[in-house]
């Protein structure tokens, strides 16, 4: 299995970005799918999740409003959009993949079963 996520860059704040996971060596649909972020000195936080289906999406507070979580099962790909970005977004994003879809624990990082290796995201004020 195979999560590579892109799509990171250096950006001012209240520009947007797009990131990207390209999924491979599983069945993608089967997968709940998540981005989480972790600054330098902090530990890893959810960002956001997406069921399934698509039908259902799920946020931390610090992104409500801002950030859209989205999939496309026919691309293998899960897509967070980032707008009105501020210098707390920077972190390093992580994609993850979870294949039991445990409601209860969807927001905790210890729930996922696969991981991307991260892309950089750097908010400047």
């Known amino acids: 299995v195979q999560l590579q996520a892109s799509g990171g860059g250096l950006v001012q704040a209240g520009d947007s970005l797009r990131l990207s996971c390209l999924a491979s060596?599983?069945?993608?649909?089967?997968?709940?799918l998540a981005w989480f972020r972790q600054a330098p000195g902090k530990e890893r936080q959810f960002v956001a999740a997406?069921?399934?289906?698509?039908?259902?999406?799920y946020y931390a507070d610090s992104v409500k409003g801002r950030f859209t979580v989205s999939r496309d099962n026919a691309k293998n790909t899960v897509y967070l959009q980032m707008n009105s970005l501020e210098p707390d977004d920077t972190a390093v994003y992580y994609c993850?993949?979870?294949?039991?879809?445990?409601?209860?624990?969807?927001?905790?990082?210890?729930?996922?079963?696969?991981w991307g290796q991260g892309t950089q995201v750097t908010v400047s004020s």
């Open positions: 060596g599983l069945t993608f649909s089967a997968y709940t």
């Open positions: 993850a993949a979870d294949r039991n879809e445990i409601l209860s624990t969807i927001r905790s990082s210890s729930t996922y079963d696969y």
């Open positions: 997406v069921r399934r289906n698509g039908g259902y999406t």
